[in-house]
DNA sequence: TGATAATGGTTGTATAGTACAACTATGAAA
DNA sequence: TTTCATAGTTGTACTATACAACCATTATCA
């Protein structure tokens, strides 16, 4: 049980207010390319990555509500980007595929991402990358535990 | 005219998106502390820092539109906890201030953030602090000045 | 085997946050 | 004084999000 004494280190209070701001950056202005946002990116992303992709898994990687899984790749349906498909083991699982549409909005994403990716590189000095990735990490770690953690215990 | 060659440092990727989920945590579960939210508390905080605040300056800190910042603020005045007050030089300039109960819950939540800054600054080892908070804050930039130059230009 | 519980998904509903455009009132400049 | 600029609010619309309720399945166990 920790004394409460007022103290707060202002740095962290105001990494993470612009944090709030950078990501709105990444994240509105909806059509980030292709008529595709972020997060549909990052969707696609996976699918293409894994091949096929179980809702579930999703759902897990993106850290929403199932609900909110759900309505994320409803738009990339309804565009013929992803299909769904009954798993065979067991039919109440769904897993995505990409479509030929899907794969081909995928490819072009991600060069326009190129731009947007080697426009962050090109502003972080050569030799001080990794150093910067990790710091990165770390700090994106310790927020996420110490939210988990419920702010306001004690 | 750089040329696409389609390679893409996926750090950098999962990075950002993992920022998007963190920054998610911190700002849902409505609220924080004392019925206030994160964005909410940023806002109180700086108009304590300031003792009274044009809603324009606050537009620009906040980085958001003038109509989401006249709603960012709503609530507070409705709760009682900030107050519009006409600008003496200005009548169209409203400036914002601090309520008797506004300079309380500030405090209170201020007391309360403590756990939450501590709980990350826990995380972070002693002597890597200052190196880690620069580092995001570089990334931070990075990203920022990335998004504001069109992420698909060229 | 048959009732009960667990799992995977979707839908209903509600809310915060957000932008853009249109508007009002005021102030500045020509 | 007419016209332009500024500060802020309101109308409207949309995304992201959660939680709860629900429907099919599948698993468990008595």
Do not use: L
């Given at each position: 049980m920790k004394k409460h004494t007022g103290y707060i280190n202002r740095d962290v209070l105001s990494l993470v207010s612009e944090l709030c701001q950078v990501v709105r950056f990444c994240r509105?202005?909806?059509?980030?390319?292709?008529?595709?946002?972020f997060t549909q990116f990052l969707i696609l992303d996976e699918v293409a990555k894994k091949g096929e992709l179980k809702m579930l898994d999703l759902h897990q990687i993106l850290a929403v509500d199932k609900s909110t899984t759900t309505r994320l790749v409803n738009p990339l349906v309804r565009q013929g980007l992803i299909e769904r498909k009954m798993s065979d083991h067991d039919s109440r699982a769904v897993n995505l595929r990409l479509t030929q549409a899907g794969r081909k909005v995928h490819k072009k994403v991600w060069l326009c991402l190129e731009g947007f990716v080697g426009a962050i590189e090109g502003r972080i000095p050569e030799r001080k990358k990794k150093l910067v990735y990790d710091a990165v990490k770390l700090f994106i770690d310790a927020v996420k535990k110490a939210s988990s953690a419920c702010p306001c215990s004690e």
């Open positions: 509105q202005d909806a059509t980030f390319c292709e008529d595709v946002t």
